[in-house]
Nanobody, 119 residues
Framework: QVQLVESGGGLVQAGGSLRLSCAAS????????MGWYRRAPGKQRELVAT???????TYADSVKGRFTISRDNAKNTVYLQMNSLKPEDTYVYYC?????????????WGQGTLVTVSS
């Protein structure tokens, strides 16, 4: 069984920075795409950023130029560096990975980490 464990959320003032980390563990053969999503209470989850196995990245327009996604394949870990944070970035952030195991590919989600940006 594969697990994703996130860390790095918390409370920060507007204009500040946070770095989220997400480590995958378990019987992993390889990891394809990894990404970060976010969701506010009562709303649908939205894409923040993704990074492919070849390090190709995509970003939501709302975070371009402020957030940077990266990964360490040796550690099965994905990061999200968040700079110039705004109150509207307050969400629960979820890590996602498309993981190859002995039974094929599966989508795995982390438990979520809360980011609160105060004005």
């Amino acid at each position: 069984q594969v697990q994703l464990v996130e860390s790095g959320g918390g409370l920060v003032q507007a204009g500040g920075s946070l770095r989220l980390s997400c480590a995958a563990s378990g019987s992993i053969f390889s990891i394809n795409t990894m990404g970060w999503y976010r969701r506010a209470p009562g709303k649908q989850r939205e894409l923040v950023a993704t990074i492919g196995s070849g390090a190709t990245t995509t970003y939501a327009d709302s975070v371009k130029g402020r957030f940077t996604i990266s990964r360490d394949n040796a550690k099965n870990t994905v990061y999200l560096q968040m700079n110039s944070l705004k109150p509207e970035d307050t969400y629960v952030y979820y890590c996602n990975a498309r993981v190859l195991t002995g039974i094929g590919y599966s989508e795995v989600w982390g438990q979520g980490t809360l980011v609160t940006v105060s004005s």
